[in-house]
T-cell receptor, first 114, second 111 residues
Framework: GAGVSQTPSNKVTEKGKYVELRCDPI?????LYWYRQSLGQGPEFLIY????????DSGLPNDRFFAVRPEGSVSTLKIQRTERGDSAVYLC????????????FGPGTRLLVL | QKEVEQDPGPLSVPEGAIVSLNCTYS??????FMWYRQYSRKGPELLMY????GNKEDGRFTAQVDKSSKYISLFIRDSQPSDSATYLC???????????FGTGTRLQVFP
């Protein structure tokens, strides 16, 4: 069965560049979450979608970060003017509506900003 | 002080041992309590979740929640080398859908 997929698996970019990270949730899961995990730390919440709308974006660190989910399925996390401190693993998770306790994670995208 | 505290380890045990992994928390509004397992360079894998105080068992794993002490545990019986991974506790905040994670405990089970 298909789990959450994320592309690319690795992304290397230069400081100041723009990047897009993609998440494809489990089929039928209307809730989608983005987290960021730094080395030696647990995942840190960024944003949550229910359907097409961002229901909670309180974890986005600043206005360089933006995420969309235009058709309620695939989501893209966009980072403008990347900084070295943005280097981390970006994780996507999905769940059935209202089932926050059963979030299933993808493998993550490893972002390295040089 | 972090909302969720978890000893980073590493914890090294022989095969067959009983492992106890723990987290403490400070926010009384936490509702659901989850345990995830994360292998190196992989995404977290949901092991178990609980809602109320008490125990929940699934195979070799038992999750325990003590809301009065703000303390949760995961016990692994008959540990196997394949259990070697980082174990993350996570908690949901009230009626929000975001999870707050501990830093993870690295477990190594040696043959």
């Amino acid at each position: 069965g298909a789990g959450v997929s994320q592309t690319p698996s690795n992304k290397v970019t230069e400081k100041g560049k723009y990047v897009e990270l993609r998440c494809d949730p489990i089929s039928g899961h209307t809730a989608l979450y983005w987290y960021r995990q730094s080395l030696g730390q647990g995942p840190e919440f960024l944003i949550y979608f229910q359907g097409t709308g961002a229901a909670d974006d309180s974890g986005l660190p600043n206005d360089r970060f933006f995420a969309v989910r235009p058709e309620g399925s695939v989501s893209t996390l966009k980072i403008q003017r990347t900084e070295r401190g943005d280097s981390a693993v970006y994780l996507c998770a999905s769940s059935l509506a209202g089932r926050r306790e059963t979030q299933y994670f993808g493998p993550g995208t490893r972002l390295l900003v040089l | 002080q972090k909302e969720v505290e978890q000893d980073p380890g590493p914890l090294s045990v022989p095969e067959g041992a009983i492992v106890s992994l723990n987290c403490t928390y400070s926010n009384s509004a936490f509702q659901y309590f989850m345990w995830y397992r994360q292998y190196s360079r992989k995404g977290p894998e949901l092991l178990m979740y609980t809602y109320s105080s008490g125990n929940k068992e699934d195979g070799r794993f038992t999750a325990q929640v003590d809301k009065s002490s703000k303390y949760i545990s995961l016990f692994i019986r008959d540990s196997q080398p394949s259990d070697s991974a980082t174990y993350l506790c996570a908690m949901s905040v009230g009626n929000t859908d975001k999870l707050i994670f501990g830093t993870g405990t690295r477990l190594q089970v040696f043959p």
